[in-house]
């Protein structure tokens, strides 16, 4: 069902290891024209044009834009005591994790009066954005809200597609975990629309503009995201879902098999690979596949993404190699199935969070691992992080020096600013010893 990609006997470069890396190909680029056009609409026309996009895009008419307490409040009652449990321990896990993302601030004495203190301040309002579509995702609720709440963003607005199927309210179980987290500003509104509405505000619904969206998507909101960025900031441009998982001849094919369908289930363009220096194992995940993905639910979907050129089974000779290839892909899931995770892990410089042993699937990242699920797709971990509280606080410098201290360094910064051709820089040092009040 899955390709195979065998790099036995070679060692390939970085740059080979780029170019050979299976990979979702999503052009962003070719939504950017939809998207700046629903924006621009809800920038010109506020709730109207946000309307006339749910008509036309969800099917949706007559509903609550700005979702009432009472809808947020039934749908905490309508929760089952078990869905609200595993809701319950899900925000409890993730606020633990989240909690060791804030930075304490840390004083230090550069010299005697000269002080400077390293401070994180969190931004004032942020917004957050749940996907509908293929599947309902009050897990995503939780890994926006939760962050957020521990950054102590004092402002937080929540907005998800108007569903046809529950008469254009929000989805149910969206609204019941945004009831569970306090969020009472509720938005039934999708799409690049959304992100528009967030970052621009929207005065008609009393929405003001937000300082962060974030939250995953559809290309459509991936490109509205890049489109704000500058005058928001975002989280990501988030992509189709992948899984990259090393093992060797230790691990279990049948818990491997699984793991790859689990992700592969999201969507048609999401990517699932085994990087193995077993052929043995390649052969046995690769009849655990075929014979697990029949039975699942979503099996059309499955089958599609495994056998799409963004999934494979990739041979290498040894796990050094393993641990190049997965280093230049830098997946968004990283599973780690060796007799030697420790010194794996200890190599791995790229991913957006690693899954490390049998009993770690990504699933429990998902879901009530405690850390967060919002993670860097189609590369990004190279260069970016996961979603955290760190997401939502901005690093401050507070200086606070004596004249004493000042006049340490007041030579230096004339000769500076005179050899910088800005000798008003120097004045302004100067003044402070120059005057007949000092």
């Known amino acids: 069902m899955i390709h195979t990609l065998d790099l036995r006997g070679r060692r390939p470069s970085r740059a080979e290891l780029l170019a050979l890396i299976p990979r979702t190909e999503v052009d962003v680029d070719v939504a950017l024209d939809v998207a700046t056009s629903l924006i621009s609409d809800v920038r010109d026309r506020g709730s109207e044009a946000l309307r006339e996009q749910a008509s036309r895009l969800d099917k949706v008419d007559d509903y609550e834009l700005r979702v009432p307490q009472s809808h947020i409040d039934e749908a905490v009652a309508s929760l089952s005591p078990q869905l609200r449990a595993s809701l319950e321990t899900a925000i409890a896990r993730v606020r633990i994790g989240s909690a060791a993302q804030v930075p304490a601030a840390v004083r230090s004495e550069i010299a005697p009066g000269a002080v400077i203190t390293q401070r994180w301040q969190p931004v004032e309002r942020v917004g957050l954005y749940v996907p509908g579509g293929k599947a309902v995702y009050p897990s995503s609720v939780i890994m926006n809200v939760v962050p957020a709440q521990v950054a102590g963003v004092s402002s937080i607005a929540l907005a998800s597609p108007a569903q046809a199927h529950f008469g254009g309210r ?7 975990a945004a009831g569970l987290l306090g969020v009472s500003e509720v938005y039934a509104m999708g799409g690049a629309g959304a992100i528009g509405a967030f970052a621009y505000g929207v005065e008609d619904l009393g929405l003001v503009p937000v300082n962060v969206v974030t939250g995953p998507g559809n290309v459509y909101v991936a490109a509205a995201k890049r489109l704000v960025r500058g005058r928001v900031g975002i989280d990501s441009e988030a992509g189709p879902t992948e899984i990259l998982i090393i093992a060797d001849s230790s691990a279990r094919a049948d818990f491997i098999a699984a793991d790859l369908i689990s992700q592969a289930e999201h969507d048609e363009m999401a990517s699932a690979v085994l990087v193995t220096d077993s052929e043995e194992l390649a052969r046995a995940v690769t009849q655990h596949v075929s014979e697990l993905a029949e039975k699942t639910a979503h099996a059309q979907r499955v089958k599609i993404a495994l056998e799409g050129p963004q999934s494979a089974l990739v041979l290498v000779d ?14 968004e899931h990283l599973e780690i199935h060796t007799q030697k995770n420790s010194e794996v ?6 991913a957006g969070a690693l899954f490390v042993g049998d009993y770690s699937p990504v699933s429990l990242g998902d879901y009530s691992a405690g850390s967060n699920h919002v993670l860097p797709t189609a590369g990004q971990a190279l260069f970016s992080s996961g979603l955290g509280a760190y997401t939502f606080l901005r690093p401050q410098q507070v200086i606070e020096y004596s004249k004493a201290a000042l006049s340490e360094v007041a030579r230096g910064i004339r000769v500076l600013a005179d050899d910088e051709d800005l000798p008003a820089h120097g004045d302004a040092v100067d003044i402070r010893f120059n005057t007949e009040d000092n």
């Open 345 to 350: 892990v200890a190599q791995i410089t790229n």
């Open 318 to 331: 040894d796990l050094s190699v393993a641990v190049d290839f997965s280093n230049a892909y830098g997946p």
């Open 170 to 176: 929000v989805h149910p179980t969206i609204l019941a």
